[in-house]
């Protein structure tokens, strides 16, 4: 059994192992991006990264999430970078039972790319996510690209003169 940060997104659970996770923050305050999915909230300045900020319930169910008390960032790792999941609430820090559903969906052809496994919390089925698989080609370098030019621009706009008297 290995130990996970479980959350909620749209009545279903879902879990990220522990180890990808760096930090869960509790904001709604994001750097909006021109022209990036309707999924992707903004950005998040942390420890002078900016980091993507996505909302989970969008990406996959197609709703926004909807901001309340319990609504959190799990900051965590994804291709060498840093990424932010907006999830409506986070339910702990677990060790999950693995199951062997995975078979079952994938011989029905229902098994997505960003379906790790399967695990068991309580009487819950969770679904552990595989982030790599989260976007497609496109939209990852959608993602990588419009945070990078962001990132150039503060940088820039930390090197502009200023006048002085």
Not at 101 to 109: G, K, M, V
Request: proline letters at 4%; hydrophobic letters at 40%; one cysteine or more.
């Amino acid at each position: 059994m290995d130990q996970y940060v479980v959350f909620k997104s749209h009545d279903q659970f879902f879990a990220l192992p522990v180890l990808l996770v760096k930090r869960i923050v509790e904001t709604d305050q994001f750097i909006s991006l021109p022209d990036v999915p309707d999924f992707v909230l903004g950005v998040f300045e942390h420890q002078q990264h900016m980091i993507p900020i996505i909302d989970l319930r969008r990406k996959l169910f197609g709703e926004f999430t909807p901001t309340t008390d319990a609504t959190k960032v799990i900051l965590c790792e994804w291709q060498d970078q840093h990424l932010g999941l907006f999830i409506e609430n986070i339910v702990g820090i677990n060790y999950l039972e693995e199951t062997n559903y995975e078979a079952e969906l994938s011989q029905a052809d229902l098994k997505r790319g960003y379906i790790g496994k399967f695990l068991k919390f309580k009487d819950q089925v969770v679904i552990s996510l595989k982030l790599d698989y989260l976007f497609d080609n496109n939209q990852s370098q959608a993602l990588t690209d419009s945070v990078a030019e962001l990132e150039k621009s503060k940088e820039g706009a930390g090197d502009t003169p200023t006048e002085t008297d």
